[in-house]
């Protein structure tokens, strides 16, 4: 598995570490990263492991808020360079990212590996959506500053097999013995079986297409909900990647839309520590487009009736 990723990213099977999930790859990130004393940046709204990684490990968390205004979110670099202090020792990104569907273009990924090279730092990029796109693709973080960058990805993401539970870390080759020591102390290896079976799926996704299909796919899911969500009045922000969108429901709780639409969104508190944008929600549309038309009818029932 460690030569097909190597082939995939154009490094030697040294530079990569499989783990189990994207999951145990920023677990064991964090752990040999960061530790007591230290802290690390993670940009707001965030995917809810990175808090927790970097508790266990000893260190803290200085988050950067995304500007969110009526065309959307963006990277503050301004923002991001003043939460550098003599603490931090890494910045944590993710794109395209869970939950707001944002890529970061070439001008922000050239600015924020300039910034980890001013202040000495390593970079955590966490790319599981790395072929979930929507418009040009994405750059990588690591194509600007290879020498401290470590990607993190997912064969659960890229080839639709989260049950597999294989994720993998590609970095500089002179910490990758320190992370391979890690993680045995973690589950030792992804299983052997599974990693054969990855290894010839990432193989065989590149050369049939898989990922065209796949983004074909969640193109059109992602259409459909969009306009519908657009034609009920809601305020929505269009995803460049992922299968999540951000939405505004303003007035409403998710506990109340569970009930009365019997549709499942996730309320924007789970993605931010504290003070989250009211009224907004994370949407999925890992659903077939039966069920987002479902969803859709359901809502349009809630959001549309006099209260
Ligand atoms: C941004 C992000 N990173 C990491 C993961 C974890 O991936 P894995 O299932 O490979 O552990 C997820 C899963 O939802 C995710 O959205």
């Known amino acids: 598995m460690r030569e097909a990723l190597a082939e995939e990213f154009g490094v030697e099977p040294e530079a990569v570490v499989v783990t189990s999930g994207a999951t145990e790859a920023l677990y064991v990130l964090l752990q040999s990263l ?20 970097a508790f266990l490990a000893g260190a803290g968390v ?37 939950p707001t569907g944002l890529v970061f273009g070439e001008e922000e990924l050239r600015a924020v590996a300039e910034l980890a090279r001013r202040y000495d730092l390593f970079l955590v990029s966490d790319e599981v959506y790395d072929e979930l796109y929507y418009g040009e693709r994405p750059r990588r973080l690591r194509d600007f500053a290879p020498e401290r960058t ?15 539970r294989v994720g993998w870390i590609v970095g500089p080759k002179a910490f990758m013995p320190t992370l391979a020591g890690m993680r045995q102390w973690t589950s030792f290896s992804a299983p052997t079986p599974l990693q054969a079976g990855v290894a010839e799926a990432l193989r065989l996704a590149r050369k049939e297409g898989f990922y065209e299909a796949l983004r074909e796919g969640y193109r059109k899911r992602r259409d459909l909900l969009l306009s519908g969500l657009r034609s009920m009045g809601l305020k929505v922000y269009e995803p460049e990647g992922t299968y999540f969108l951000m939405a505004e429901l303003p007035g409403f709780d998710a506990f109340q839309l569970v009930e009365a639409a019997r549709v499942a969104l996730i309320p924007a508190s789970a993605f931010y520590r504290e003070d989250p944008p009211p009224g907004l929600f994370r949407f999925a549309f890992c659903k077939s487009e039966e069920e987002i038309s479902l969803a859709l009818d359901r809502l349009a029932a809630v959001v549309n009736s006099p209260a």
Do not use: C, H
Not at 38 to 43: G, I, K, Q, Y
Not at 150 to 164: N, P, Q, W
């Open 34 to 53: 960061v530790g007591p004393g230290e802290e690390v940046v993670v940009l707001e709204p965030f995917f809810d492991v990175y808090l927790p990684d």
């Open 150 to 164: 470590f990607t993190v990805g997912s064969a659960g993401k890229r080839l639709e097999a989260t049950g597999y």
């Open 62 to 98: 200085r988050l950067v808020r995304l500007g969110l205004t009526q065309e959307g979110f963006r990277l503050d670099l301004k923002a991001l360079e003043e939460a550098i202090t003599p603490r931090i020792r890494a910045l944590l990104l993710n794109a395209p990212m869970n």
